[in-house]
């Protein structure tokens, strides 16, 4: 156990310097649920629009890791190398324990122990495991994985044990747990039973006579993963409206995916962090991946039927998959990597035990006669040799593989040079603009359209940061038609507001402000905006419920404060106003525009002292502002200071000689 744990610290010792990437951002930094550990309605509720939607679980440990290191990444990287371990040791134990209750315990000096280490090794160092070790989004994986884990190990113990209640519980408990992790739990109960049936029991009939209150518990946590996959949609489409597939062209697209990923855990080379989306095969185009597994489907079968303890191994790499690789079309995912990694043991105890029973044969054959136990014996020197010179290329490999990881910029592009698809134009897209690339950025965004309708969101900010506004608003208009309802719409819609409102196109500014402010009332922005926008139009009344609308998101901003209090003065609250223009000013104390504007609202009450204080210090703060001197010169007027007020308003002129309210109070002056 201890060479299981060293040789995953060792291989993954460097996944500590990989960065929050890509959903990482929308999981855990950007994700305010998880800033409060106890707030438990919150914690079991995580964001829709997030890979943690119905996954409570997940979402739980992140929360836990936020409130004992914040942001600070090590500590999520600890807790996704302990889970890798975790499941390592698991698989360990349920072969040891397997091999041992239908003893085979010795394969020509191998013994059981020697070989679930063997496989527990390769499987943890395997660069296929390297995406949910790295990733930290995909802790959603590898919690599922070690719950299904445990689930088998504890059924395993309960059939051997003198009192197998509290193993029994445990499997259950464990199986309901990775139904709140990730969806494909679902096949924890199925695999239980074929298990037992295998290597328990001679039929499925016996197992269920001497098991089905046990079974029937696994299947009731079915429940408990119905009731979250309501709790939320857009699995298919991960949120997207143009991403849509068949059944039957996501099946054509799973018999290149899936053979992909055998090939890579035997050669694991050229791995792929992001396949995109599925892509309109026809049978003609797919026909050598789809014979080829149809062959191995149907050799499993029958290997099944006639050696089922054989062909285990086989069939748990597909029972596994299955729900993620079969009739279930996920659209926006066509491929991951990281759907290999409960499938990756059955693959590599089916690689150890077949080299280990390939060993004995060709001993027996070489007439060789060992009486000794297995204790007494000696390890097999060939056997350690390949064993370790296998975990050592895996492990290499892996490490090079994370080493990719330590930049989103390399990581995409990694993807399009090894699976080329629009969805990784635009990737690459996505990260060269969020290093201030934009020409780069712009050149791949636009080689990601048509197919690949979110770019026109990138591609959008991007022309408009260089300039090219109206390409910018066309990009916008097709994204928000195009994709209505993904997160960005709602941040689309407020850049196109912006640029209506500064081309003083009033009418589009507040049409796009609505559309927000129907599926989102208390956003802060769009109510700033919009508030603002009702001003220039000079409906105040309209704007004030906008204006406290803001302030209850964002009640520091001085804008809107100063905003609000315009808009009471406007329709007759000026007592109301004043209120708002302190405020203004306890925000921001040295922007000299709010303190005039509370100096002329003391004014207008009649509050001509503090009018002067607040004035004053207004002058103090920019004596180059000539609506600083105005408002002073009309305090001291009211005060019966005529010559001071007559040079403050002098001085204003002074500054600027068209400022008419200084002519204005000049004249009041000559004629009072």
């Given at each position: 156990m201890a060479l299981i744990v060293l040789a995953a610290a060792v291989t993954y010792a460097t996944s500590f310097a990989v960065p929050f990437l890509f959903d990482d951002f929308g999981n855990i930094v950007r994700n305010p649920q998880i800033r409060d550990v106890w707030n438990w309605g919150q914690v079991f509720s995580p964001p829709m629009d997030t890979g943690v939607a119905g996954r409570p679980l997940v979402h739980l440990s992140l929360a836990v890791n936020y409130a004992l290191g914040g942001l600070d990444t090590r500590g999520y990287h600890l807790v996704s190398l302990a889970l890798h371990v975790a499941c390592a040791?698991?698989?360990?134990?349920?072969?040891?324990?397997?091999?041992?209750?239908?003893r085979r315990s010795d394969w020509a000096g191998v013994g059981s122990v020697d070989l679930a280490c063997a496989a527990a090794v390769l499987w943890a160092v395997h660069p296929l495991t390297s995406e949910v070790v790295d990733y930290l989004s995909q802790r959603t994986e590898s919690m599922m994985a070690l719950c299904y884990m445990v689930t088998l190990y504890a059924s395993l113990r309960a059939a051997g044990a003198r009192r197998p209640a509290r193993w029994l519980v445990t499997a259950v408990v464990a199986c309901a747990a990775g139904m709140a992790c990730k969806e494909s739990m679902v096949t924890a109960p199925l695999m239980v039973v074929i298990f037992d049936r295998v290597f328990l029991f001679d039929t499925v009939r016996q197992a269920i006579r001497r098991r089905w209150p046990f079974y029937g518990a696994l299947a009731m946590t079915w429940g408990l993963l119905a009731?979250?996959?309501?709790?939320?949609?857009?699995?298919?489409?991960?949120?997207?409206?143009?991403?849509?597939?068949?059944?039957?062209?996501?099946?054509l697209n799973q018999s290149v995916i899936v053979t992909r990923y055998l090939r890579l855990s035997v050669w694991p080379s050229g791995l792929v962090f992001y396949y995109g989306w599925a892509r309109p095969l026809t049978l003609v185009d797919v026909w050598p991946y789809a014979l080829f597994l149809v062959v191995l489907v149907a050799a499993t079968v029958l290997t099944f039927v006639r050696w089922p303890?054989?062909?285990?191994?086989a069939v748990w790499v597909f029972v596994t998959l299955a729900p993620t690789s079969s009739f279930a079309p996920i659209a926006a995912e066509v491929g991951a990597e990281r759907r290999m990694y409960l499938p990756l043991m059955g693959i590599m105890t089916l690689a150890v035990i077949?080299?280990?029973?390939l060993r004995a044969r060709l001993v027996r054959r070489a007439g060789v006669r060992d009486r000794k136990s297995v204790r007494e014996r000696p390890l097999d020197p060939l056997a350690i040799g390949l064993a370790l010179v296998a975990a050592v290329v895996l492990s290499v490999v892996t490490v090079a593989r994370t080493r990719e990881y330590r930049s989103a910029l390399t990581l995409a592009q990694t993807v399009l040079a090894r699976w080329p698809t629009p969805n990784a134009e635009q990737l690459v897209g996505q990260e060269l603009a969020d290093t201030g690339q934009h020409e780069e950025a712009i050149s791949h965004l636009r080689r990601a359209l048509p197919e690949f309708a979110p770019a026109h969101y990138y591609l959008g900010r991007e022309l408009l940061a260089v300039g090219k506004v109206d390409e910018a608003m066309a990009e916008f208009q097709a994204f928000v038609t195009e994709e209505p309802t993904l997160p960005p719409v709602r941040s689309t819609r407020i850049l196109m507001a912006r640029v209506f409102a500064a081309r003083h196109e009033i009418p589009q500014t507040i049409e796009q402000l609505r559309l927000v402010l129907v599926s989102a009332p208390a956003d802060?922005?769009?109510?700033?905006?919009?508030?603002?926008?009702?001003?220039?139009?000079?409906?105040?009344?309209?704007?004030?419920?906008?204006?406290?609308?803001?302030?209850a998101a964002r009640p520091a901003d001085p804008n809107a404060w100063n905003g609000l209090g315009?808009?009471?003065?406007?329709?007759?609250?000026?007592?109301?106003a004043i209120s708002a223009f302190r405020q203004a000013v306890a925000a921001s104390p040295g922007d000299v525009r709010v303190r005039v504007n509370l100096a002329r609202a003391l004014l207008d009450q009649g509050n001509a002292a503090l009018a002067s204080e607040e004035a004053q210090q207004a002058v103090a703060l920019a004596p180059a502002e000539p609506a600083a001197h105005e408002v002073l010169g009309r305090a001291l007027a009211s005060l019966g200071r005529p010559a001071d007020a007559r040079r403050e308003f002098e001085r204003a002129l002074a500054l600027d000689p068209s400022y008419a309210p200084a002519t204005e109070g000049l004249r009041k002056l000559k004629s009072g």
């Open positions: 040791l698991l698989l360990f134990g349920l072969i040891r324990r397997t091999l041992d209750a239908i009731a979250l996959l309501a709790s939320h949609s857009g699995i298919s489409s991960g949120g997207f409206g143009t991403a849509h597939t068949s059944t039957w062209t996501y099946l303890r054989a062909a285990f191994p077949g080299a280990a029973t802060g922005d769009a109510n700033g905006l919009m508030a603002a926008a009702l001003a220039d139009e000079h409906a105040f009344a309209d704007a004030i419920p906008h204006y406290q609308a803001a302030l315009v808009a009471l003065v406007a329709t007759g609250r000026g007592g109301e």
